[in-house]
């Protein structure tokens, strides 16, 4: 079994909505739709892949400090990072946040840092960040949708 991240491409774009999220993960993440929708020169949307088939998906947005004041000029952010509700359960949420700092530092070389923000009442995905080297910044944000979030920050360089 080999995970890979990997940039989707136009005719990718339907296989990403087919993927499942759980109901109560829903005012975490939104759903596929609503991401897909809210894509642009700047947020590129990849796929999280498990050998041939299409596990997960993120956003990776190149001007994420054009939104969030709390993030540094130039860094990276992630956006809807998810796996299918049908394949939770089998460590590929983990696995996939752990592959995020090689991949952002090939994909995105002259980036030096990636911030993202986890929901205060997500327990889960916070520990999947934290294992895969995301430092608790210590500052919230609260303009979530659904309530304050954490603000986490990882060095690319």
């Given at each position: 079994m080999a995970l890979a991240l990997q940039r989707l491409g136009d005719d990718e774009f339907s296989l990403a909505t087919e993927l499942a999220v759980a109901p109560e993960q829903l005012e975490f993440t939104g759903t596929i739709a609503e991401?897909?929708?809210c894509l642009g020169d700047s947020r590129h949307p990849h796929g999280i892949w498990?050998?041939?088939?299409?596990?997960?998906?993120?956003?990776?947005?190149?001007?994420?400090?054009?939104?969030?004041?709390?993030?540094?000029?130039?860094?990276?952010?992630?956006?809807?990072?998810?796996?299918d509700s049908r394949r939770q359960g089998q460590g590929l949420g983990k696995a996939a946040a752990r592959a995020l700092l090689p991949f952002l530092?090939?994909?995105?070389?002259q980036r030096v840092s990636v911030w993202l923000t986890v929901n205060c009442r997500n327990r889960g995905a916070y520990h999947c960040y934290e294992t895969a080297?995301?430092?608790?910044?210590?500052?919230?944000?609260?303009?979530?949708?659904?309530?304050?979030q954490h603000v986490m920050r990882m060095a690319l360089r």
């Open positions: 991401a897909l929708d498990l050998d041939d088939s299409l596990v997960g998906f993120f956003i990776v947005d190149t001007d994420f400090a054009a939104e969030f004041e709390f993030c540094s000029e130039g860094a990276l952010g992630i956006r809807t990072f998810l796996i530092q090939g994909a995105y070389s080297g995301f430092t608790d910044t210590g500052a919230l944000y609260e303009g979530g949708a659904a309530g304050p």
